[in-house]
Each structure stands twice: as C-alpha cells, then as structure tokens.
C-alpha cells in the first residue's frame, strides 16, 4: 500500500535532488566492494532526481576532463556490477591534482558540468585531497573568472563545493569506521589460501609462512608506524581467523628473544601431534631495535633451529582480487546510500565528512578529524595480562541447527577460560547429551585447528532442558560445573530461560550463566548479528552470481530464489541487497497477490529495457498459501512470452561449508568477552567456598546492539520476543528493506532522522509503469 499522497510528498519534498549534480570517483589502491558504492551512489542519486556522472580514473580523469573521463551515469551503466571486484570506473594516482594548477583544471572541468557534489571512495590520502580541494574552491572559481574560463553567474551559481567520503581500502586503516569498504572481502582470501595451505601442511608435517600485504608507511616513530592505533588488521584478524601459532606485526614488535620463544612453541606443538604449524608476518614487521623481519628469516630460523620442513607463501596482490563478499557488498550499498542523503543535507557551512561504520549503524564524521586520527595517533601497546582467577569449572555446549563460526567460538572460549585458570568441560549433543552425561575436561591442544571448521564438532541438537532438568542438574552436581556457556540460536535463549526458571527448585543452577547467538537465521533477540548468518549470507550471494551468471547468454529470465530463516526474512533481505535482487518476499513484512502482480509488472517493465534478468528471493515461511512454487507458476504464467522462470532451494547448503573469516572472528571475540563475563561474575558470587548465583543479571545473553557488545539479563528480552514465530518483536535489518527497493527502482517511502540515518516506513508502492527497473 502507498503512504497517503501529502505524507509522501514530505517524504521526497524533504530529499529532493533535483538540480543538483553528483560525481563519484574511486581514487588510491582498489579494493572489493568500491563497485557496489558506486553503484549505490548512481541509483540513490538518480532515484532522488539529481544528475550523477562517474569520473573515470579517479582525480586524474578530474584533471584531464572530457565526456571519456567525466561521464554521466544512467541505472543501467552500474548494473552487474555489484558482483566485480576492483573498481569498473578506475583508479589512479595523480601527481598533477597535487599541484594548485592540477586542482584548478579539475574546478573548471566540474564547473562546466555543474557538479558540486563529490563522493569520494578512497584511502585517507584520497580524502585529504578532496578536503583541500574544497577549501580551495572559491579561491579557484575566482582564478577562473579572471581567466575568463568562466562568468560571475557561475561563481554565484556554484559557490560551494560539498564533499562526502566513503573508505575503501583492504587495509581497514583509517580511524572513526570499524570496517573499510574491501577489508573483509581481503579476509576471504587470506583464509582461502591458509584453508588451502593447511591440507598440503597435515599431509607433510610442514610448517609454512605467510607474508600478509599491508601498507606501507615511509617512517616509524619510536619504532612504531604513524599508525600505530591501526594495527595490521589483515595479519593480525587472520592469524585470530586460522588459528596461527605466531604473528608478527610491525606496530608490535617482539621483545629480545622472540625467536626462542617461538621454536619454544613450535616445537611444543609438534611434540603434542601437531602436524602442522602456520606463521603470520605483515610486510614490514621489524622487532624491537627497529630491524626488519621478513618471512625468509622466519624460515631459515625455524629450518636452522628445529629442522623443519618450511615454505613460505607471499600473498601480495591476490588480497585485493576477487568478487566482494556479501558483507563488504552490504556495508558499501549501505555508506553509498547515507552519502548521498549526506550530500543532500549539506549546506555551505557544512564541513566534509566521511561515512563511517561503529558498531552496526552507518554514521557521519568529520573527515579531516578522522584523517588526523588515522595519521597522529599512537596507541599504547601496553601488554595485558590474564588476572589470577580462582580454579572454577566451565561447562561449554552448542544447541540449536549448526552454524559456521560455532567451532572458532568454542575454540576461543576453552583457551580464554583456560588462560584464566578455569577448567574447562565440553558438552556434547547440546542439553540432550547434558542430561545423558556427555560431558568430559577438554584441553588447550583439543580445540587445535577448529577455527576453520564447519558445523560443530561437539555435536549440537535442538532438545530443550525442561523435561530432563533433574538429570541436567544431577550432572551439574557431579561434575562440579560452576559456570555455564551456551552457544547457539533460539533454542538456547529457550534453554537458558527454562534453566533459570529451575532454580528455585534446583540450587545447581544457581551459577553464572550466559549465551552466545549463534544461527543462520539471525532470529534471537537481543542481538543484532548471530555468529554464522554472514557465512549464510555468503553462500546466498555466491549462489546468486552464479545463477544471474548463467543467465548472461539467456535473454528475459526471472530466478525465484528460496532461502532458510524460518519465520525471520534476515538472510532473504540482506542476501537480496548484497545480490542485487528485485524482490524479496519475507513474514514480516506481508504481501497479497497485489503485491506479487506488481512485481511481475515491475519485471516485465524491465525486460523493455537493457537489463533482461530477475532475481526473486523468498523466505521459507514468509506466507503459507504463497509458496515458492505458488510464485514460481504464477510468475511463469504472467510473464509468458516476456520471460521465463527458474527456481532454486538453497536449503542446508547456507548452513554448511567453512565458516567466513567475519564468522571466525567475531565468534572468537564474543565467546572470549562471554568467558571474561563469565570469570567476572564466579569471582562476585564465590562464597564460603562455592558459586551462588541467583539475581537475574547472573543469566545473560551477550549480544551485538547497535554498537557495542552489550550483556542483557535472559528475562529482560521476554517482551522483546515473539515467541510464536521466534523472532525478536523489533528487527534493525528491516531499516535496509527500503535500501533495495530503491536500488531496483521500485518507488519506496522514507525518511530522514535528525541524525542523519535512513528511516522510513516498509510498504511496497506500485512502479510506474513508464519507469523500466535494473536491479543487477
């Protein structure tokens, strides 16, 4: 249904772009991902009424003008390009825009053309320049009119320059964003390459080296690059994300006698069956007094001091190729479309800024603030020790469907709980092996080599505890456990408050206990990310490519595409944002054979113009009458002789396969900040010589909101839930469904916060019919 005529007319009166005009330039280093930004920055901007041009080759297609380096921008010029690596539209360095004459070239070609918006994807070199560039603005535009290159009206007429910054960058380099545009696409390739490696190793009893690509910095200070607050994010995330036994990063160099330590551990480790052994360098690592360490003098010390069968892989390049993965796909969509409301918000006054990600929301900075940052600040790299804690026994379980990113959870929770002095229990086969006694100590060297396992090795079952709670509690008794972990999706939220509802009657409970989500479905509450839905989220993507891929010597064909999720249309929403669909079906948000109609109307339109393919993603139980099959055949039968249709269900295939490398760290994080929790909370509640327990806040689930890692009592998040269906009352994801409206041109209502982020309300509004829609 439509908003009412004057609401919606608010709504597009208040982000208007017509008249103005837009450019979007990619400038530095490529990185995955730049694609879907640009992309995003076309169709927002086109979809608002502005003019959008692309400028080929970054700030030297500025310089040197002309229709080939400046060109406008039409939806279909940016479609299939979601799915492309690298940058369509090209990056290079430009020597000349540095110079004052180099930027004044650049003015009068943007003047010509009208342009006084920019967004530009980059590094922070890339925004540094665009900042000046707009201070300089007036100044140029005076130098012009004496030249006589332009008149007083244009003066007047463009008399700011308004800049917007998206980061992209492999590095994850610039302070004020969590994650830049192509770091995690980079991730993937680290962790295929080592996944790879890791085969060949076991089979040989090898010990390989890894030099991971970073950035160069000209200096140190101190021993220590200018970006010192920026650690080498790819070597250090991927040594967390593969389970490496040493890393070596320039802004962390090792004491004297680091190369004893390690042959220590080497050798450790292959003395306990280890038969392989993984070592990350970062290009320009160097130890304390400042002298560099390559991956060859990592080698030849471990085949000169253990003898060692040794190989040394440089992976240069390969990081930056590659298609993007689905989050750095979202996470680009999502800073394109705030830019150019950003663009659209800003006045004369108005300072530059960057869109930026904290947490899990898109946010405006003030560029040059975060560029000083990124280029001034030196963290302390003080080195944190583990407190003395008091022997406890932590029990550790997965219930619940398995989810990738389970295995790297488990394997961080035992090592942190051991490193704490606990004694760690694993539990197999969920509350149904509790209850049946499957439970034994598991060691350090147990959990080797699982982060980068699928599924869960400790075995995992959807059986609740409240029917077997006496036995449960019998073993909490005779194995002593004091401390509970439970890694999974809804049913153990479910197990968790049906074991805090035991303990009136069962003091065995009566200890800290705490859950991390872990689903593919992303449904439980209190938590806006589960550890495994982005590795769902990547095979839906890549199933996508494939299938659209196919489609590319078949004219006029619609996929009607099936995902998991069961009531909660999170893997169908995002997975159709990050593949460019032109619908996705979902409970949530409820539809009726109207609906449906006009979406093959909306397709059908399409097929007139020069992108001849859909993509159509459903929920499996988005409605019970309008099956997959339902949509399939009334799709076929509507778009006889315009189109045909296929179908796909994915199925269990996004459960399974090795966990992404967001996955692998995130589960590594969260489980290890639940297992401090967990220690925290066994030495406040250890009396007289035993944990007693029993306030609400002692049973939590740790949850990603909005931005920042957040422990919530169990019992607090009952009104948050709908248990029926088994998804939270409030989705934050459902913010990102008028995101792909947009980008597939359908005409969706929104609205702006006074903060800045996109707002609206969920309602499909008929296409017209005159406006032929690309979603690819």
Not at 351 to 359: E, I, K, Q, R
Not at 741 to 758: E, H, M, N, P, R
Request: charged residues 20%; glycine residues 10%; negative net charge.
């Amino acid at each position: 249904m439509a908003l009412p005529d004057t609401q919606s007319k608010r709504f597009f009166e208040s982000l208007s772009g017509a008249g103005k005009a837009i450019a979007v330039l990619t400038s530095g280093g490529d990185a995955q991902g730049m694609n879907a930004a640009v992309r995003a920055v076309v169709r927002m901007g086109i979809y608002v009424g502005a003019k959008v041009y692309f400028i080929r080759e970054g700030y030297q297609g500025m310089v040197d003008g002309g229709e080939d380096n400046i060109e406008e921008a039409s939806w279909e010029s940016v479609s299939s390009m979601l799915q492309m690596g690298g940058t369509v539209i090209g990056s290079a360095r430009c020597k000349e825009f540095r110079t004052h004459e180099g930027r004044l070239k650049a003015a009068h070609n943007l003047v010509q053309r009208g342009i006084t918006n920019l967004c530009v994807i980059g590094g922070d070199g890339s925004l540094t320049g665009a900042n000046l560039f707009r201070e300089e603005w007036s100044g140029l535009l005076e130098e012009l009119v004496q030249q006589g290159s332009v008149d007083e009206d244009a003066v007047q007429k463009y008399s700011a320059l308004h800049i917007v910054g998206m980061v992209g960058s492999i590095d994850n380099d610039f302070c004020g964003t969590d994650m830049t545009i192509g770091t995690d696409s980079a991730l993937h390739r680290i962790i295929e390459v080592v996944d790879a490696i890791m085969t060949t190793a076991q089979s040989h009893q090898r010990t390989f080296v890894l030099e991971v690509m970073g950035r160069h910095w000209p200096f140190h200070i101190n021993g220590r690059s200018p970006s010192a607050c920026l650690p080498r994010y790819l070597a250090l995330v991927s040594a967390l994300a593969c389970g490496a036994d040493w890393v070596l990063i320039p802004e962390m160099p090792p004491e004297d006698g680091w190369e004893e330590k390690m042959c220590q551990k080497l050798s450790a480790n292959r003395a306990g069956m280890k038969r392989l052994n993984i070592i990350i360098v970062a290009e320009g690592a160097v130890d304390c007094n400042n002298t560099p360490i390559t991956s060859d003098n990592v080698k030849d010390l471990v085949v000169r001091c253990l003898g060692f069968d040794t190989r040394v892989t440089i992976l240069g390049h390969v990081q930056r190729g590659g298609t993007p993965s689905a989050f750095d796909r979202i996470l680009a969509s999502r800073m394109g479309v705030e830019a150019v409301l950003a663009l659209l918000e800003t006045t004369a006054n108005t300072p530059a800024c960057v869109v930026s990600l904290c947490g899990n929301q898109a946010v405006r900075l003030p560029l040059m603030e975060c560029v000083q940052m990124t280029q001034e600040v030196q963290k302390a790299m003080d080195e944190k020790k583990f407190e003395e804690a008091t022997d406890f026994n932590v029990a550790v379980l997965n219930v619940g469907a398995p989810a990738a990113g389970m295995n790297a959870a488990v394997r961080s929770a035992v090592r942190v709980g051991i490193s704490e002095g606990h004694k760690m229990f694993a539990v197999n086969d969920g509350f149904e092996g509790f209850y049946k006694g499957q439970i034994k100590e598991i060691k350090w060297a147990d959990v080797g080599g699982w982060t980068g396992q699928g599924g869960s090795l400790l075995g995992t079952k959807r059986t609740l505890p409240a029917k077997h709670v006496e036995k449960i509690a019998e073993q909490m008794r005779a194995n002593n456990i004091n401390a509970l972990l439970v890694i999974g999706g809804f049913e153990a939220y479910l197990g968790l408050m049906e074991l805090l509802d035991a303990r009136g009657k069962y003091e065995e409970f009566c200890v800290p206990m705490v859950m991390v989500p872990a689903t593919v479905s992303n449904n439980v509450p209190g938590s806006d990310l589960s550890i495994g839905a982005d590795t769902a989220l990547n095979a839906i993507t890549d199933t996508c490519d494939r299938i659209k891929q196919s489609a590319s010597g078949t004219k006029r064909r619609v996929f009607i595409i099936e995902t998991m999720g069961g009531y909660c249309g999170y893997l169908a929403s995002v997975g159709g944002l990050a593949a460019g669909a032109d619908a996705a079906y979902i409970y949530e948000e409820p539809f009726d054979i109207r609906d449906l109609q006009s979406n093959v109307e909306h397709l059908t339109e399409k097929m007139k113009g020069a992108i001849q393919r859909g993509l159509v993603l459903r929920n499996e139980n988005s409605n019970e009458n309008y099956t997959t099959d339902f949509i399939y055949q009334l799709y076929s039968e509507e778009g006889k002789g315009v189109f045909d249709c296929r179908k796909n269900v994915l199925g269990h295939m996004q459960q399974g396969g090795a966990p992404s490398p967001f996955d692998r760290n995130f589960g590594t994080k969260i489980s290890a900040k639940a297992m401090q929790w967990l220690s925290k909370k066994l030495k406040e509640t250890f009396r007289q010589g035993r944990v007693f327990a029993n306030t609400e806040d002692s049973c939590c689930l740790l949850g990603m909101r909005r931005r920042a890692l957040v422990f919530q009592p169990v019992v607090q998040l009952k009104d948050e839930t709908d248990f029926v269906h088994r998804i939270p009352k409030e989705q934050w994801w459902l913010k990102l469904r008028p995101l792909m409206k947009i980008l597939a041109k359908y005409k969706t209502s929104y609205d702006v916060s006074d903060s800045g982020q996109l707002e609206h309300v969920v309602r499909n509004v008929r296409p017209k019919e005159s406006d032929p829609s690309g979603a690819m």
